[in-house]
């Protein structure tokens, strides 16, 4: 009888490829609390070319267990908002749900994460914490901000209109945005009700709305790449290039952590 070969798990095609964080979020299932991260996410981790690992809460001794194992972070939107005591403020709208749970280990994650130079790539409320985790503070409600738009979709609207266009991005020129996706401006969708205001230390503006409002930033002086965006890049992000360059920009950098060469990258 004719069996598949022995294939050592350190050398199957999926252990060769660059292992990335993926935070989880908290949420009460019925009674019960659970860990959850959306699908899209983690898909759009394996069309960047790695290998997603959804991770609970952590504390530190934790954390810099998983930092030892991991080539990249990916910290995904959510329905939940960054708590605003971190950037010094009352809870504006008591009706929003916060996740004080991610919160407690994500900020320092991310400072971990750029300290060293793994790279990082972020999306809607990851941009948010990734904001507030340098110092940084949000309007908690930008559609009440004199002279801003409304980035929130439509509650009534069926979610492939929600995470439709929305309005262009105008890309800052000189940065890793520009440099990823070669492009000067482009559509995005846009879901979010928060917003960066107050820029955090050391980060560099990618791309702004129409109405100013920031929606790509990075640390320019990190060690490795990294990324922050406010739009949704892994909705249907295979069929969509600008998603794609961003992804497979993350991806590479991922490889070239998990084959010890450091360095921002692009």
Known sequence: MNSAPNVPVNDSPAARRPLVLVPACNKMLGDHPYHVAGKKYADAVRLAGCLPLVIPNADEVEMQA????????????????????????DVLDLSLPLDPARDAWTLPLIRHALAVGLPLFTVCRGTQETNVALGGSLHQAVHDVAGKADHRAADDQPVAVQYGPAHEVFVEPGGVLE????????????????????????????????????EAFS?????????????HPEW???????????????????????????????
């Open 66 to 89: 998983l930092l030892a194992i991991a080539d990249g972070v990916f910290l995904t939107g959510s329905a939940s908002n960054v708590h605003p005591s971190h950037f010094d403020e």
């Open 219 to 231: 640390a320019a002086d990190a060690k490795g790449f990294n990324l922050c965006v406010q739009w």
């Open 179 to 214: 440099r990823v996706v070669g492009l000067a401006r482009f559509d995005v969708n846009s879901v979010h009700g928060q917003a960066v205001n107050r820029l955090g230390e050391g980060l560099r503006v990618e791309a702004r709305a129409p109405d100013g409002v920031v």
């Open 236 to 266: 249907q992000a295979a069929s969509n290039d600008v998603s794609m360059r961003m992804l497979t920009a993350f991806g590479e950098a991922c490889r070239q952590w998990k084959e010890g060469r450091r360095g921002p990258h692009p």
